[in-house]
C-alpha cells in the first residue's frame, strides 16, 4: 500500500491561504449588475406602467419584491414538562397537543427537539460504555 505524503502548509492552522480574497465587483453577477445598472430605472418605470395597465403579472412581481408574504406566527407557550425519562416528556408535549394547550406545530417542533436529545443521550451512554469497556479490558 502507498503512503501518501502530505506537502507541507504554507500557513498556519486557522489562517486563510488567501487573506485578502477575491477582490469585490469581479464575479459575474456584479458584472451583470454593472452591465445593467443604468437601465434599471427604465426597467422599473415599464413594469410599473404594466402593473397600472393591468398586467397582473408585473403587478405581482412587484407586490411580491415590496410587501413579502406574510408567514403564520405562532404565540410562544410555556410548558412544563415532567422531569422523568424522554418518553414521559413526548407523552406529556401530546397530551398538551390533544388538550388544545399547545399549537400542533409547536407539539411537533418540541417532538423533534426530544427525538434529538434522546440521540444525543443515546450516543453519549454508548460513548461511556465503550470507555467502560476499554478501561475494564486494558487493565486485565
Given at each position: 500500500?502507498?503512503?501518501?505524503?502530505?506537502?507541507?502548509?504554507?500557513?498556519?492552522?486557522?489562517?486563510?491561504?488567501?487573506?485578502?480574497?477575491?477582490?469585490?465587483?469581479?464575479?459575474?453577477?456584479?458584472?451583470?449588475?454593472?452591465?445593467?445598472?443604468?437601465d434599471?430605472p427604465?426597467?422599473?418605470?415599464?413594469?410599473?406602467?404594466?402593473?397600472?395597465?393591468?398586467?397582473?403579472?408585473a403587478?405581482?412581481?412587484?407586490?411580491?419584491?415590496?410587501?413579502?408574504?406574510l408567514?403564520?406566527?405562532?404565540p410562544?407557550?410555556?410548558?412544563?414538562?415532567?422531569?422523568?425519562?424522554?418518553?414521559?416528556q413526548?407523552?406529556?408535549?401530546?397530551?398538551?397537543?390533544?388538550?388544545?394547550?399547545?399549537?400542533?406545530g409547536?407539539?411537533?417542533?418540541?417532538?423533534?427537539?426530544?427525538?434529538?436529545l434522546?440521540?444525543?443521550?443515546?450516543?453519549?451512554?454508548?460513548a461511556?460504555?465503550?470507555a467502560?469497556?476499554?478501561?475494564?479490558?486494558?487493565?486485565?
Amino acid at each position: 500500500m502507498a503512503t501518501r505524503k502530505t506537502p507541507p502548509k504554507a500557513w498556519k492552522p486557522g489562517q486563510s491561504g488567501n487573506p485578502k480574497g477575491r477582490p469585490p465587483g469581479v464575479g459575474d453577477v456584479s458584472k451583470l449588475r454593472a452591465a445593467i445598472a443604468v437601465d434599471v430605472p427604465d426597467i422599473l418605470q415599464t413594469v410599473v406602467t404594466a402593473a397600472k395597465g393591468g398586467d397582473t403579472q408585473a403587478a405581482r412581481l412587484i407586490l411580491e419584491r415590496v410587501l413579502p408574504a406574510l408567514k403564520a406566527v405562532e404565540p410562544a407557550q410555556a410548558l412544563t414538562l415532567p422531569d422523568g425519562s424522554l418518553t414521559d416528556q413526548g407523552r406529556a408535549v401530546l397530551a398538551s397537543v390533544a388538550s388544545g394547550e399547545l399549537a400542533p406545530g409547536q407539539g411537533a417542533q418540541l417532538m423533534t427537539a426530544i427525538g434529538t436529545l434522546a440521540r444525543v443521550a443515546e450516543v453519549e451512554e454508548l460513548a461511556a460504555r465503550v470507555a467502560a469497556l476499554e478501561s475494564k479490558h486494558a487493565n486485565a
